[in-house]
């Protein structure tokens, strides 16, 4: 089975108890989707939290480091232990430390909490679905006050074709001689997106710099009364490996299928907490992705710890011998 993104040796490594605790770089839920696949947590830093110094980039604009472990309060602690200025990254200069352990186990009473809708929940597994809303009511019945919100943000990034393109542009910066001197050598879906990046101009690149500065200061409105948002971390359970690779056409759409929810989150500058909430008929993993506002994730942390222990599922693992 896929466990996810190119983060996924992480998350596999804490899924299978190898180790308690591994970081993941996050561009477009390259920590959360192997979290979510794998039964896992993953925490989406705000960029600016948690230096990239020494980490291999791909989009400077949206890379962000993050663990991936059993359970929320051992993301906590680590997030605590990473988090704070560097001055070989400087977009973490600004930026003031956050002590997410004094508040994460405050429970989440009176908290507000909505469910992103729209396009989050559309085209989603019904199984993944139902056990997201669940996890809305559990947290109902923990005391916080539970209802629905449209983000029309999520809809006009989606909509809008240059995104992928900037990220491809960002990474052809580092890895630009590799396309040159060694395309045939690389993975062809991966080279060939890259090299995509060449086409967008400099007049686009920098619109679309400052469409995701309008749109995150936008969304933060949208959000001003709402401290969380639930949604699906990703829209189908984990696919067989020989699946995916049947067909191109079925590659990108599982990747679509996989990013959809997460991807947003990274230009919208969201921080996030994704963690189990459920097994499909078949044995997978359901992850329920908790976004909040930027450079929020002690919410974010405080809710996902809240669901987590008043709740099992971090107690269940896949059977290993699902794809057999």
């Not at 396009?119 to 005391?143: N, Y």
Request: net charge negative; hydrophobic share 45%; with cysteine.
């Amino acid at each position: 089975m896929a466990p996810g993104g190119s983060s996924s040796g992480s998350a596999v490594a804490v899924g299978a108890s190898l180790t308690p605790v591994a970081l993941g770089s996050d561009t477009g839920g390259s920590v959360r989707v192997p979290a979510a696949l794998c039964g896992t947590v993953g925490l989406k830093t705000t960029v600016g939290r948690i230096s990239r110094a020494g980490v291999y980039p791909l989009s400077w604009t949206f890379d962000s480091v993050g663990p991936l472990t059993r359970y929320v309060e051992d993301a906590a602690i680590v997030y605590q232990a990473l988090h704070g200025a560097d001055l070989r990254d400087e977009t973490t200069v600004a930026v003031p430390p956050d002590d997410v352990l004094a508040t994460l186990k405050a429970g989440v009473k009176g908290l507000r909490i909505a469910f992103g809708e729209t396009v989050f929940f559309d085209d989603v597994d019904p199984e993944i679905e139902r056990s997201v809303r669940e996890a809305g009511e559990v947290l109902r019945g923990l005391g916080a006050h539970i209802d629905s919100v449209a983000v029309p943000e999520i809809m006009e990034i989606m909509s809008e074709k240059r995104r992928a393109q900037m990220i491809a542009a960002e990474a052809l910066v580092t890895n630009g001689h590799l396309i040159d001197e060694h395309f045939d050598a690389l993975d062809p879906v991966v080279a060939h997106r890259m090299r995509t990046g060449r086409d967008l101009t400099a007049t686009d690149y920098f619109s679309m710099l400052r469409l995701c500065s309008a749109l995150q200061q936008r969304v933060k409105r949208t959000l001003a009364e709402v401290d969380a948002l639930l949604v699906p971390a990703t829209l189908i359970p984990s696919r067989p490996v020989e699946e995916i690779d049947a067909s191109p056409q079925i590659y990108s759409d599982t990747g679509f299928r996989y990013s959809r929810n997460t991807s947003v989150g990274n230009i919208l500058w969201l921080c996030a907490v994704v963690l189990p909430c459920g097994f499909t008929r078949g044995g997978l993993p359901i992850g329920l992705m908790i976004y909040a506002k930027p450079f929020a994730e002690a919410v974010a942390l405080r809710v996902a710890w809240a669901y987590e222990q008043a709740t099992s599922w971090h107690h269940r693992r896949p059977d290993l011998n699902w794809a057999r």
